[in-house]
């Protein structure tokens, strides 16, 4: 029995939630609404510090104007008996303020104690304390700190804080005791509780400091149900009446019939305060949620208005729109003399757009797939090859924004089609019709709540509406034989699968319309290595059997190098070297493709030592000047500082040529002692410099 | 299978910890809620109704143990004793007279409320970053009024101004308690307003819960591979956004109900609607233990009774729930 927060703090606390700085969320607070929040509370705050000395009369002072209208005199009119409402109002506003914010404190320090240490013990202590606090969660708190307050006759503004404080603090304890669960879990807890500190030293000083944006919005939350309750409590004539405070005002108004004689300015001004308050408290509240939850920050899909208009402005004379569909031919082998371009990306750049900064995280990307092809992408995280992959397949999002470059499709009658000018219906067709894309987590890309089934089935159905229900049936029990998957799992849900059943469906979704490209984005990452073997080998068998072309995008150069007809690099979010999977084995061209070939072992090669590449990948925001690759490479030398080197062709002793962005090769030629082999040169040369 | 025996020991245990909470707070309170009500209607009360009293108040001769089973032994019974708001009528009889007021009016107010927050809150989620965003200060607004001063604006526009809709009863003098035509009408035109107030206050919670978890959920990789299937963008929002959304919706039923029970308890009164809120106020007025304490269970009984229905609709909803 979890609310949207507390499942979101679960599935949040894993990953973003905890970066940075402890007190990051202060930032998120910058956002228009939020402000508009903080100086709400604050001018409420304020009144109930300065409000008994500025209100112009004794609250409690009967006099001779009763029931008069807002005038000068009284700006929010007087009572039945003459009293000043606006000084009720600024009385009262003390006593609700004390209450809201007393009743806070109290209950978010129960909460915290609740919540950190069921999550942080476990076991029995864990359970019992989750036990109280779902019971309490569920017992109306309403009529309960009725019965409370009823014997506790005409208590004060002390016992309505106790009373509302022990009924309320079981929400934040359940979100808290997730979010210790997963903090629990994290590397630096981990730590601190291998080398021996004491449990109570961990909670407060590893713990504790990481959940501050979570307390604080527990504790805004309490803060505006304590003020509603005191003011139902007050209304009811539950608390001491004779002690002025928003819901008192409304009590006498009540009771005085003020609503049905019409004296409006008697009772709105109470209720609209606590509204004003209490939305003032949500509105902070939903900045810190924005912290908490970066997710909520991002743009959805449906804010693709500005996108789609740049799109139609681009609109270019080579599109014919998509051809009619042809039986595609019989599958040719694919040969690296293939000249039949399917796909042409011509100087891709993509950009991440930030507060008016411009990262670009795909830089003048050019290459070309071949049918039948398998291309293969390598890099490392960071390297720009995921934003690639869905940029390829236009399902990059805000920030993520394509700044230039021309994507070409060639269809199985020869006519091009321009991805990038498609329209949205166009592009609907295009994608999966002619090209799909496998992500990367079968367990995050399948819908948990619907079969495996229906997931292939509505992609045919949204494709081929003419085709009648059992026909489709009928392909989804032959795309999940295709990929080994058993007809009796038709029905299975995502969850009852297993890791790599789970990929085996994903691959199934892809081939739903039997598409011309795959992009397939780290496919086998998140699975063992047998498993892994398994659906590789099923990936190759479908090409050939099917004749689709692949890009297969992996951090995997050794799978790679195995399964890919052509290998492309990715640095710091370009293509560093491009080459036959052969060549490229065999003749590593660019230092930093030599650097990956260094870093894993060969099965039937000579012994050496593994070296890997020193540093880290560069951060996209800040590039290195010149060859982004110069800080770490062991052969830089002065000019890598200061020229960015474009792709250079080098021609190689196979008769083949390959590209590679480094300024060894600018005069054309390979220079000597660099190219002679993958297996030997780097570990023994000197390095020219150290990377930082 | 397990987890069904999991929710029903927690059911069962919520409810022991309801009655006995019930059955301790007047023993740990200062003072002796049973001899002041004796004494209050001193000579008035049989001997049988003082035992009955001594038995759910306190009887201070007995040992703990034993009241608290001559307790439980009277609530299982449904003998609340006599309700002194109301004497000489038996709190039973209270309630089963205005009870059914309440339970028509919440039920219908939260399955609409529920239903068209849920849907615009879909819709806002799905269509962030246009002018449906500005539904977020709006209904934050909104769910931040407390329910009976909206109730208080709604008596003077529409009782009392425009005189659109009758208010201080559930139903026309003139029409009979039963299966008819007039009977229902009339019951319907009477509830509008505190049904209208109810609605608008609590539908906020839904709508902006419902906003946030789609926005959540449009950035999952399931609904972008939806997208990239081509499906209609209807199907995405619909089967794939939304779908996922709604679980936690029914997963926090737990607070948003005991919020929306007790603001429509208020509301009530200020209606002067005949159901338990009144009720409720009078007995807290007349510091009518007996009375309040039985409201207390039945409406804890009835949340209960709500979070069980919406556990099992989770269930259905979410399949990875129905297993293990």
Not at chain 1, 602 to 621: C, F, Q, S, V, W
Not at chain 2, 64 to 93: M, R
Request: hydrophobic share 50%; aromatic share 10%.
């Amino acid at each position: 029995m979890a609310m949207s927060t507390a499942t979101v703090v679960e599935a949040e606390a894993g990953g973003e939630s905890v970066r940075g700085s402890r007190f990051a969320w202060l930032r998120s607070l910058r956002s228009p609404l939020t402000i508009v929040g903080i100086a709400l509370t604050a001018f409420f705050v304020i009144f109930a510090i300065i409000g008994p000395f500025v209100a112009p009369y004794d609250p409690s002072q009967v006099s001779t104007a009763t029931d008069a209208t807002p005038s000068w005199g009284h700006w929010f009119g007087t009572t039945h008996v003459g009293q000043d409402v606006l000084s009720q109002m600024l009385y009262g506003t003390q006593v609700s303020i004390l209450v809201g914010f007393g009743s806070g404190v109290i209950a978010t320090v129960l909460s915290v104690i609740v919540g950190l240490v069921a999550g942080y013990a476990r076991g029995i202590v864990d359970d019992v304390l989750s036990l109280l606090a779902n019971v309490f969660l569920v017992l109306p708190i309403l009529p309960l700190t009725v019965i409370l307050a009823a014997l506790l006759p005409k208590s004060g503004s002390l016992g309505i804080i106790l009373v509302i404080s022990i009924t309320s603090w079981a929400w934040g304890a359940r979100i808290l005791r997730a979010q210790t669960l997963s903090l629990r879990r994290r590397d630096f807890v981990e730590a601190a509780r291998a080398t021996g500190e004491r449990p109570g030293t961990i909670i407060f000083r590893d713990i504790f400091p990481n959940q501050i944006a979570v307390i604080a919005a527990s504790f805004l939350s309490t803060v505006t149900v304590a003020l509603l309750t005191q003011a139902s409590l007050a209304f009811l004539g539950l608390t001491d009446v004779t002690e002025w405070s928003w819901g008192t005002i409304l009590y006498w108004a009540q009771n005085n019939s003020a609503s049905l004689n019409n004296e409006w300015w008697w009772f709105v001004p109470p209720g609209l305060a606590i509204a004003l308050l209490g939305t003032g408290l949500s509105l902070v509240n939903f900045g810190i949620d924005e912290f908490i939850n970066p997710r909520l920050r991002q743009a959805g899909i449906g804010t693709k208005a500005s996108q789609r208009a740049r799109i139609r402005s681009r609109r270019l004379a080579v599109s014919g729109g998509r051809g009619a569909r042809v039986e595609r031919p019989a599958a040719a082998a694919y040969t690296q003399a293939s000249t039949d371009v399917i796909l042409d990306i011509r100087n891709l750049n993509v950009d991440y757009l930030g507060d008016g900064t411009v990262t670009p995280a795909v830089s003048d990307v050019s290459f070309t797939l071949r049918r039948g092809e398998v291309l293969g992408i390598a890099g490392e995280s960071g390297s720009g090859k995921s934003t690639l992959a869905y940029a390829i397949t236009r399902l990059h999002k805000p920030p993520a924004e394509i700044s230039s470059g021309q994507m070409l499709y060639t269809n199985a009658d020869g006519s091009v089609t321009d991805i990038l000018a498609l329209t949205p219906e166009e592009l609907r067709k295009f994608r999966w019709e002619e090209l799909s894309i496998v992500f990367q987590s079968a367990m995050h890309a399948l819908n948990p709540v619907l079969r495996i089934g229906a997931q292939i089935d509505d992609a045919i159905k949204a494709h081929r509406p003419e085709m009648s229900g059992p026909a489709r049936a009928a392909r989804v029990v032959e795309l999940l034989g295709l990929v080994g998957i058993q007809s009796d799992r038709v029905d299975a849900y995502p969850h009852e699968l297993s890791g790599g059943m789970r990929q085996r469906a994903m691959i199934a979704v892809g081939l739903a319309l039997d598409p011309e490209v795959i992009v397939m984005d780290e496919p086998t990452t998140a699975l063992d290595v047998v498993i892994q073997r398994q659906i590789v080998e099923k990936i190759m068998e479908l090409k050939d059997k099917l004749g689709f072309s692949v890009i297969f995008i992996t951090h995997d150069l050794s799978l790679l190098i195995e399964l890919s007809d052509t290998i492309a690099v990715m640095y710091g979010g370009k293509i560093v070297e491009y080459a036959a999977a052969d060549d490229f084995y065999r003749h590593a061209q660019h230092p930093y493709s030599r650097g990956l070939l260094s870093s894993f072992p060969t099965l039937n090669g000579p012994k050496r030592e593994l070296t890997g590449i020193t540093g880290a990948p560069p951060d996209l925001r800040k590039l290195p000047t010149g060859c982004s690759f110069n800080p770490r490479c062991p052969v830089a030398f002065d000019k890598c500082t200061e020229v960015v080197p474009p792709l250079f062709t080098i021609p190689l002793a196979t008769g083949g040529t390959a590209e590679a962005a480094c300024l060894l090769y600018e005069d054309g030629a390979p220079v000597p002692g660099i190219s002679n082999g993958a297996h030997d040169s780097l570990d023994s040369r000197e390095p020219v410099k150290e990377a930082s | 299978m397990r987890v069904v025996l999991r929710k029903a020991v927690f059911y069962l245990l919520t409810a022991w910890a309801a009655i006995s909470i019930n059955f301790l707070i007047p023993r740990i309170t200062p003072g002796d809620p049973a001899d002041n009500l004796i004494q209050q209607f001193h000579g008035k009360l049989t001997a049988s109704a003082i035992k009955a009293l001594r038995v759910l108040f306190g009887q201070p001769h007995e040992s703990l143990w034993q009241q608290y089973l001559d307790y439980w032994h009277q609530v299982l019974t449904g003998n609340f004793g006599l309700s002194f708001a109301y004497f000489p009528s038996k709190v039973s009889t209270v309630l089963v007279g205005t009870l059914p007021w309440t339970f028509v009016l919440i039920t219908v107010c939260t399955v609409i409320a529920f239903v068209v927050g849920t849907l615009l809150g879909t819709l806002a989620g799905w269509k962030r970053g246009t002018w449906l965003d500005s539904l977020v200060p709006v209904t934050t607004f909104f769910s931040s009024i407390p329910y009976f001063w909206f109730a208080l604006l709604m008596v003077v526009i529409f009782a009392n101004i425009l005189r659109w809709f009758p208010i201080g009863s559930g139903y026309s003098v003139d029409e009979t308690i039963g299966w008819n035509w007039g009977f229902i009408g009339s019951a319907a035109y009477y509830a509008v307003l505190p049904a209208v107030t109810i609605i608008v206050a609590s539908i906020g919670g839904w709508l902006l819960g419902m906003r946030n978890m789609m926005v959540t959920t449009l950035s999952e990789d399931y609904v972008r591979l939806a997208e990239a299937k081509g499906l209609s963008r209807r199907r995405v929002m619909v089967t794939y956004a939304a779908r996922n959304a709604i679980l936690p919706s029914f997963a926090g039923f737990a607070m948003s109900i005991g919020f929306v029970v007790g603001g429509s308890i208020v509301t009530e009164i200020v209606f002067n609607y005949p159901g338990i809120g009144v009720v409720l106020f009078h007995a807290a007025q007349a510091a009518d233990y007996p009375l309040m304490s039985a409201i207390f269970l039945v409406i804890t009984f009835m949340v209960l009774v709500a979070n069980l229905l919406a556990d099992i609709a989770y269930a259905f909803l979410d399949p990875r729930t129905r297993e293990s």
